[in-house]
């Protein structure tokens, strides 16, 4: 088949324009590259621009401005073009990366870290993203920041052996194991007599990444007491998931449950935003409650924001809810203070052998303080009204002791 000379001639214009756009373009970002290396960035955006008049959706040209505008401090432009490229292409690492490096440098932390849990998601092993989360968690002012900071560095060292930016961080024994000892008292009205708590509780920490824990306690109410035992254990993962599960048994109560379950997960999100759900049972001798909480967190700054619903169920009735509101203030590395204001519906046990629905409201206030490397305190105190039954005034304190 023969094919007309206009034909060959229209075919062999098109071909010689792919081939002379694409030996242009080539040059053309080696321009681009060229004055960013030489730091010339007037110049690199003046390039980048003239390229995307004639191809707004290059994603490399767009790519190379979010990066110019960055370097020359314009960052909310550098974040509305990062924001764009984020959006059409969430599985690309690079943009979640260069996202959290603008948020670093807006001083917005809490939110940089949130995209660098994702970028890890996407790429486990990709050094610069690790290297970004340790930078930002060493300047971190908080317990939190400093626990995550050991976990992400033992991580390293395991991914990164030969590498040596993580090994600035103060790495202590693979081990770690805690002894909490502490007591309470409870002051109830209407004639009531007061209640009291005492319990040790040690604990196994590893990596920073699992931590176990047994503890025993002593439970004195209505001039009756209760021994019970505690097992549990929590998981945190560089994805920002965490997970755990208590269990608690006690012999013969008089008025605790026989067996308590709890189990719960948690996920940090974007933006200083972290969820989780709880579940828990209780079986009484006569009776079994079940609840399930699910808690919204938010960081800003030095402070927590924190709000609970709970939806409970008492054996033979319908469910019932309660809420609770708290914020907690790290006022230096290792200490912090905070209020917890509840309201709504709960079943607890109000006497040997009674386990009721019950209208219930407080205030609680705790805080705690890392006097040295070992050695730290905890306390609390508050009031809480059970219904019509009595109010219970509170007080307790708790030593906890680094091996």
Request: zero cysteines; proline letters at 0%; charged letters at 25%.
């Given at each position: 088949m023969t094919i007309p000379a206009r034909a060959r001639t229209l075919f062999f214009?098109?071909?010689?324009?792919?081939t002379c756009s694409a030996a242009l373009a080539e040059p053309s970002l080696r321009a681009i590259d060229d004055a960013i290396t030489a730091m010339e960035y007037g110049r690199a955006l003046e390039l980048i621009d003239s390229q995307l008049a004639a191809t707004p959706d290059d994603v490399s040209l767009l790519f190379r401005r979010a990066r110019v505008q960055s370097y020359v401090g314009d960052l909310d432009a550098a974040l509305n073009t990062l924001n764009q490229l984020r959006e059409r292409y969430p599985h690309d690492v690079d943009y979640a990366l260069a996202r959290a490096q603008v948020f670093a440098r807006q001083g917005r932390d809490r939110v940089a870290l949130a995209e660098l849990h994702d970028a890890v998601v996407l790429a486990p092993d990709y050094e610069a993203v690790w290297q970004l989360q340790y930078t930002l968690l060493s300047?971190?002012?908080?317990?939190?920041?400093?626990?995550?900071?050991?976990?992400l560095s033992r991580e390293a060292a395991v991914r990164f052996p030969h590498a040596s930016w993580w090994r600035s961080a103060e790495i202590v024994s693979d081990v770690r194991w805690t002894v909490l000892v502490g007591a309470g008292y409870e002051d109830l009205n209407n004639g009531f007599p007061s209640w009291s708590q005492q319990f040790i509780e040690?604990?196994?920490?590893?990596n920073s990444i699992g931590r176990y824990r047994l503890g025993v306690a002593r439970d004195e109410r209505f001039d009756k007491s209760d021994q019970s035992v505690l097992l549990g254990g929590d998981l945190s993962f560089a994805s920002g998931w965490t997970t755990g599960l208590d269990v608690t048994f006690a012999g013969n109560p008089n008025f605790s449950p026989d067996l308590s379950v709890s189990g719960y997960v948690g996920r940090s999100l974007k933006d200083g935003w972290s969820a989780s759900l709880r579940y828990r049972q209780r079986e009484y001798e006569s009776t079994t409650?079940?609840?399930a909480t699910s808690t919204v967190e938010k960081y800003a700054g030095n402070f927590r924001f924190a709000y609970a619903l709970g939806i409970s169920r008492l054996q033979g009735s319908s469910s019932f809810m309660n809420h609770g509101l708290t914020i907690n203030w790290y006022y230096n590395e290792r200490s912090s203070i905070g209020i917890t204001l509840n309201s709504g519906k709960e079943a607890e046990s109000i006497g040997p052998g009674q386990v009721l629905e019950t209208d219930v409201q407080g205030v609680s206030v705790s805080g705690r303080r890392q006097l040295t490397d070992r050695f730290g305190l905890q306390w609390w105190l508050g009031l809480h009204d059970q219904g019509n039954f009595y109010r219970r005034q509170y007080l307790g304190m708790a030593v906890s002791i680094r091996l």
């Open positions: 214009a098109i071909a010689l324009y792919a300047r971190q002012q908080n317990e939190g920041a400093h626990v995550e900071l050991e976990k040690v604990s196994r920490e590893q409650v079940g609840s």
